[in-house]
């Protein structure tokens, strides 16, 4: 993809109001998948960055993760279900096929009065739900969204094979989105792309309408993902640096303005690949791939609501969200707070 989608001109000012997130509390350590598969801490940590990942026990599904952060986001944000008009997921491990996990999410914090749906854009769900967010807000249709990103990876992870099963953990991220009384602040830019021929590159094969399950899909492993790990690597790289640095320069950002890049945390070579790219000093990357590994949307999501809580942000800010996932998709989004 060549063509750029456009700047947004000025922007209505759209923030973020809350945020909160949640992480499954059993670790499950590279150590313990030295005696899984025929890997070595020394090779993950080196390879990707990853020390540990969280994995959700059996009887909770995305969508309680979702719950969860949800309702961290709205105690943040100090509103109740009942205030959300809208509600949108970020997933591709949803509950189900349908309903939509954003529905189960609306169903657990009993917001009545609110529409939800699901966006799959894979790791890059999070930023396309906050530019729907965005553009659902400023055109005056709703007036508080709720954007979720939750997942749980370990319920599509092969844990026999090495190539993918180091890599992925679960969690979930939420954020409460509004207008805001403050011009020039908020969601002040986004690039959305996408390229479908690189499909193939990372998928789960079956369950879907082109290969329903099936005793020979199950006997295959094919309701795992699949991944061409060494090819999405060189995707990662290209389309990190070209959405990162290409949002910076048409909004005349420079890296010192940046105060947190938070990057999508797939491995911690690509995050420091696009960090390089925009001559961004290491201090203000946000990383928790070291803790949680790869968690698709939630990633950025839960990277958004820990820098949010923990980190504190000033008034006028600049957060920059660039991710990239299957599809393949990519994109960024900027904010200023
Ligand atoms: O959210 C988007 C999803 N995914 C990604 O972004 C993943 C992008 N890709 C990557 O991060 C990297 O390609 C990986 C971390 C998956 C792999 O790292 P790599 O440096 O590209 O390794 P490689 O695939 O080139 O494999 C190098 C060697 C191979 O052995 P041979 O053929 O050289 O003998 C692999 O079989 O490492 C071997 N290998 C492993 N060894 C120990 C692959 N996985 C493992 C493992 N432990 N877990």
Known sequence: MTK????????????????????????????????????????????TGIHERRIAPPEMSTSDMGVLAAKAALRNAGLTGNDIDMIICATVTPDMMFPSTACFIQRGIEARESF???????????????????AYLASGYVHNVLVVAAEKLSAFTDYEDRNTCVLFGDGAGAVVLSKINKPGHGIIDFILESDGRLANLLQVPAGGSRTPASTSSIGERMHYISMEGREVFKFAVTAMKRTTVRIAERNGIKAEDIRWLIPHQANKRIIDAAAEALGL??????????????????????????????????????????????????????IKW
């Open 4 to 47: 750029l989608p456009p700047k947004l001109e000025s922007p209505v000012p759209v923030g973020v109001i809350g945020a909160g997130y949640y992480l499954p509390e059993r670790i499950l350590t590279n150590k313990d998948l030295e005696q899984m598969v025929d890997t070595s801490d020394e090779w993950i940590v080196e390879r």
């Open 116 to 134: 939800a749906f699901d966006i799959t854009a894979a790791c890059t769900g999070f930023i396309y739900a906050l530019a729907t967010a965005y």
């Open 281 to 334: 000093d290491a201090s203000r990357i946000h990383f928790n791939i070291h803790k949680y590994g790869n968690m698709s949307a939630a990633s950025t999501a839960v990277g958004l609501a820990e820098v949010v809580l923990n980190n504190g942000l000033k008034d006028g800010d600049i957060v920059l969200m660039v991710a990239f996932g299957a599809g393949m998709t990519w994109g960024s989004v900027l």
